[in-house]
């Protein structure tokens, strides 16, 4: 009896400190706004863009030249350090723009035709495949 109360008492032990480790005090419900010092996941998440790809006759002009659109898609404002479109240094650029969700930097990439996109942030870099 005595072996089977122990056993017991383990596996009890056991799953409060299992419940203890799923449950954070970050994600636990609370009567009001969470405290500033809590801050949910999301904002640990890499950065996001939407990354698109146009044709544009700049200015009035009767030819069309490539560019390249970079818009935040991030709840929170993200500081974009560098822009290099298929790892060339002549097709780098280095904006250090800081974009709210929405905003978006728009790059000539005429002589770039662009491939791979990578774009570096304050939070991390994202990199983007073109077909």
Do not use: W
């Not at 596996?11 to 799923?22: G, T």
């Not at 449950?23 to 500033?36: S, V």
């Not at 728009?106 to 939070?123: G, H, S």
């Amino acid at each position: 009896m005595k072996v089977f109360l122990s056993v017991f008492l383990a596996i009890m032990a056991a799953l409060f400190v299992a419940k203890l480790l799923d449950d954070p005090p970050d994600t636990q419900t609370t009567n009001g706004p969470a405290p500033r010092s809590v801050r949910p996941a999301r904002h640990l998440a890499s950065p996001n863009f939407r990354v698109r790809v146009r044709k544009s006759n700049m200015g009035g002009a009767s030819f069309l030249v490539r560019i390249l659109d970079v818009q935040s898609a991030n709840d929170d404002p993200v500081l974009v350090k560098t822009v290099s479109i298929n790892e060339n240094k002549d097709c780098t650029e280095n904006p250090n723009k800081t974009l709210a969700l929405g905003e978006t930097i728009t790059l000539l990439a005429e002589f770039c035709d662009p491939i791979k996109v990578r774009i570096v942030t304050d939070r991390g870099e994202v990199t983007y495949h073109f077909d």
